[in-house]
Structure formats: structure tokens, C-alpha cells
């Protein structure tokens, strides 16, 4: 007799296990089928140990320059061993905090390869997931409603072999148990940028090789231009516009070599290792969809507003939708779909109420249009720029490249989008989100009285600076 739940969630990740957690908090009968670790790339191969050695880097730059502060220090030593297994116990630790909460909500966890089954002798209708344990055990499990959050991984180049020593994806990039003198990295999106940031603290020497016309291409363009000449000036190469030849790339002699067209004339790069950042794919392969109606299309499961795929008790969520790829928008989205399947009202998620950010130094965020995308929609648009030049706090803290970024409705007065470059500025960008979802005017944003002396003073003149009246500027 095969085992029944109200809902069968595919994917441990933070989409899934998010969505398990909300099920039962709505009464549901839950089981998560994990092939890994429960947590998923977040947790073990994302935000999470990223921002661990991004911030060992941050620490060890900081000391570097600590005379800068007044504070001798001698000399100064990296010991990557220890900034990867302070790394590993930050994983640790969180890990074991889900699998507490996994049985706090007796949410039962098969390990294993789920596969979705068609119509078969165990369901008349599609959905039931057939697990297959590490050992080779089969087990079938019935669902009144599936969940599918397999996640992504990323994306490769025809004819470039990973070897994971010399040429790596993030995932063993992360497992470096030394770092190396120097690094190519191809793909200057957020994945590339927070990799060259930490290894260029680290005193790595970094090219970025990057397709578009300049790094964070989904940024706003001001912000780019913004993060190449802090980067350009911590000595950080960057190539735009630039094919990478993947089959050209080859190791020698430790040593990786590789071609790449840049505005028309072939160029050889040359480094100890590279770094391949150029997207991630969704993990849609092996889970036995084609027995069923749900569609792929470009490589992704296809859903409705509501995360419901052609099957309407077969919802998807998180990166294996597209989208945007990130932790917050998978658990979002997780909870959406939970609520929907219990006949809640819910409001589809808005990308343009969606936070972003990079965790370089400076850091990077932006929630809204830019004022490039607000002009091709047919916004005739006013802009409020603040720089953290100006900003006591931002002397004070010792970091204070950067600036904040407001893009406003000219008819309306609503704030289309805000961008951030600085420090700490991922912390800030919440209330960029919060004037998006409350449809703030800058004068409401500039009428909020910020705390003196912070950083998100930034903000608040920014919003003033919409209409010239920035007071420290
Ligand atoms: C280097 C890096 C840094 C990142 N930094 C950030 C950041 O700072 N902030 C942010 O918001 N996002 C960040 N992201 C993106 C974030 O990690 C993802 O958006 C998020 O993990 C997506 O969650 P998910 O639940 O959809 O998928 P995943 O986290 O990928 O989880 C999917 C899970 O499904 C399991 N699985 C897959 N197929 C099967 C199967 N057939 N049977 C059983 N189990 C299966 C996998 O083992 C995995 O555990 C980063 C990503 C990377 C790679």
C-alpha cells in the first residue's frame, strides 16, 4: 500500500521547504523528497557559503587597510583552511536548523530521486512520485497535490569540460580548499561580480570576461558603470563585449588558457583558474514530466499566475519555473502556491516589487525598473541621485563610493524603481520595496524621517533630490 499525503513537495531547496512549512501550518499532510541535502543550492552551494567567504574577504581587506581607521595591526595573514570551515560550520548549523524545522512540522523527508509517475495502478491521475533510494530502493508515494521545486544548476558552455580543479562552475569554486594567484571569470552577472569582489579581497588577481556591454546587465546602467570603476580601480580586469570561445579553452602546465572575441580582434587570456558564471539551468531532465501534461518550454516548467502547470494539482515553483532566480522569490513563491491549493485569495508575485541583489563590495540592489526599461515602457521619467560621498555615516563607516537612485513617474509621482550602490545597501533596499508595494512619492520617502547619522539618510535625499531639493548636496 502505497503511502498518501495532501501534499508531495519534489525539492528540499528553499522553495520547497518553505512551501512544506506553510502547508502544514494550514493543516496539510506533508512529505519532502530530497536526492541531497535538505536546503538546496542556497543553503550548500549558493547564498549562504557565498556570502560566508564574501565576508571573510571584506574582514580581511578591512584589516589590510585598518591604519586607515587608526588601528595598527602588523602583519596580516589569510589562512583559507579556517575561512573555509568557518564557512562550512555557517552551512552546518543552518542545515541542522531545517531539519529541526522539518520535524517540527513532521514533515516526513524521503531521500532519494523522485520521478513524477502518469496515470498508473497507484493514482488515476498523474502526480504519484516513484523514489528511488541511493541503495536502489523503490518506493511509490500518492499526493493529493505535487509541488515540484527541483531547482537549477548552472549553466555550461559546448565544449568546455568542468574539470573542477583548473575550470569550475560556482559549485566547486566554493570547495577551493586554496585559493589560486589567478582567476578568469567568464560572465559578469551577479554570480561573476560577488566571485570577483571576495577573490580581488582575497588579493586574487580577476579578469571578468563579460558577453553584454558591461557587467550587471540587469542592473541599471548607472549602477554598472558605477561598480566597474570601483572595481577597475581595486584592479580587477574587466572585458566587455567580449565571446568567450569555449572550445578554445585548455590547461597547461597549471595554467588555463583561453580565446575570446572582444569588439571584433581575438584575444588569449591566461590564468591558474576560470570560473564559468553564465547563468543557471533548470533541473527539469529525468523527472518522468513527459508522462504527464505539464509543459517545458525554453528549458523551464511552465506555470500559471497561481504556480499551477498543465496539470492543475501539479504546481512549480522557484528556479525550475525561470523567472527570477532567487532564494526569496523561490520561497515566495512556495508559499503562493501552498495558500492557492487551500483556495486562498492570493496576489501573483510582482517582479517589479522584487528586491535584487549582488553582494560585492560595494554592494548592489535594486528593486523596480531602470530608468532605461521605465523609458521603453512609455514612462516619461523623473530621476533623485544621492551620493555617499556626501553622507556622514558613510565617512564614518570608512566606505562611501556609491549612491542611491530613484526613478519616478513624472505624470504620477510614483517611484518606478530605486537602485542602490554602497555600503550595506542590501540592507536598505527593503525600504525601496516597501515605497513599491505602498506606491510611496518621493515626498512620502523624503517625509519619513530617517535617523541621523545612517546610511539610509542616502534614501531620503535621493527622494528629495527628485525634485532639486537634496539638502546635502
Ligand atoms: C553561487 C550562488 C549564489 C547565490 N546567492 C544568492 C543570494 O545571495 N540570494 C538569493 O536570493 N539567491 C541566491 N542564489 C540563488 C538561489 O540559490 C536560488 O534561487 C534558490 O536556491 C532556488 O531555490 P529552489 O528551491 O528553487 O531550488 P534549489 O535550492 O536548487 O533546490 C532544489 C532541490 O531539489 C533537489 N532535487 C532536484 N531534483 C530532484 C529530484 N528529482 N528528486 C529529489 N530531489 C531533487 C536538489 O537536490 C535541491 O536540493 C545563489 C545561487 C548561486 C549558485
Request: charged fraction near 20%; aromatic fraction near 6%; proline fraction near 3%.
Amino acid at each position: 500500500m502505497s503511502q498518501e499525503f495532501d501534499l508531495v513537495v519534489l525539492g528540499g531547496g528553499i522553495g520547497g521547504y518553505v512551501a512544506a512549512i506553510r502547508a502544514t501550518q494550514l493543516g496539510m499532510s506533508v512529505a519532502i523528497v530530497e536526492k541531497d541535502k535538505m536546503g538546496g543550492t542556497c543553503l550548500h552551494r549558493g547564498c549562504i557559503p557565498s556570502k560566508a567567504l564574501l565576508r571573510s574577504a571584506e574582514v580581511f581587506a578591512t584589516i589590510k587597510e585598518s591604519e586607515k581607521y587608526g588601528v595598527r595591526t602588523g602583519s596580516v595573514e589569510l589562512d583559507f583552511g579556517l575561512v573555509q570551515q568557518r564557512k562550512r560550520s555557517i552551512t552546518d548549523q543552518l542545515h541542522k536548523g531545517v531539519e529541526y524545522l522539518m520535524n517540527k512540522g513532521k514533515i516526513k523527508i524521503y531521500q532519494g530521486f523522485g520521478r513524477v509517475m502518469g496515470p498508473s495502478i497507484f493514482s488515476p491521475q498523474a502526480g504519484a512520485v516513484r523514489i528511488e533510494t541511493a541503495d536502489g530502493e523503490q518506493e511509490i508515494i500518492v499526493p493529493r497535490f505535487l509541488l515540484i521545486a527541483t531547482g537549477s544548476r548552472p549553466r555550461l558552455l559546448p565544449g568546455l569540460n568542468i574539470d573542477g580543479i583548473h575550470i569550475m562552475t560556482s559549485d566547486e569554486a566554493l570547495e577551493m580548499e586554496q585559493l589560486p594567484a589567478s582567476m578568469i571569470i567568464v560572465g559578469g552577472g551577479v554570480i561573476g561580480i560577488e566571485w570577483a569582489s571576495l577573490l580581488s579581497d582575497f588579493g586574487v588577481d580577476v579578469t571578468v570576461i563579460e558577453y553584454g556591454d558591461r557587467i550587471l546587465p540587469t542592473e541599471d546602467a548607472d549602477i554598472s558603470k558605477e561598480l566597474t570603476r570601483i572595481l577597475k580601480k581595486r584592479k580587477v580586469k574587466i572585458v566587455t563585449n567580449a565571446k568567450v570561445m569555449s572550445e578554445s579553452a585548455h590547461t597547461a602546465e597549471g595554467q588555463v588558457s583561453v580565446q575570446a572575441e572582444v569588439n571584433g580582434g581575438m584575444q588569449t587570456f591566461t590564468a591558474e583558474k576560470m570560473l564559468l558564471s553564465v547563468g543557471r539551468q533548470a533541473n527539469v531532465e529525468n523527472l518522468g514530466i513527459e508522462a504527464t501534461e505539464i509543459n517545458v518550454e525554453k528549458g523551464q516548467i511552465v506555470v500559471n499566475a497561481t504556480y499551477q502547470t498543465a496539470e492543475p494539482h501539479i504546481y512549480a515553483v522557484g528556479d525550475v519555473i525561470g523567472g527570477i532566480q532567487l532564494a526569496h522569490v523561490a520561497a515566495h513563491e512556495g508559499i503562493l502556491a501552498v495558500e492557492h491549493m487551500n483556495n486562498h485569495l492570493i496576489e501573483p508575485l510582482d517582479p517589479t516589487k522584487v528586491s535584487k541583489c549582488t553582494y560585492s563590495r560595494p554592494e548592489v540592489a535594486s528593486v523596480g525598473l531602470s530608468e532605461t526599461e521605465a523609458k521603453q515602457q512609455g514612462y516619461s521619467v523623473k530621476t533623485g541621485k544621492f551620493s555617499f560621498k556626501s553622507l556622514g555615516k558613510a565617512l564614518v563607516f570608512g566606505e562611501n563610493d556609491g549612491f542611491v537612485k530613484l526613478v519616478v513617474d513624472e505624470k504620477t509621482n510614483d517611484v518606478l524603481g530605486v537602485h542602490m550602490i554602497g555600503p550595506h545597501v542590501t540592507e536598505m533596499i527593503s525600504e525601496g520595496a516597501l515605497a513599491r508595494v505602498l506606491d510611496a512619492t518621493p515626498w512620502e520617502i523624503a517625509h519619513t524621517i530617517h535617523p541621523h547619522p545612517t546610511l539610509s539618510e542616502a534614501f531620503a535625499e535621493a527622494a528629495l533630490d527628485v525634485e532639486g531639493l537634496a539638502i546635502h548636496s
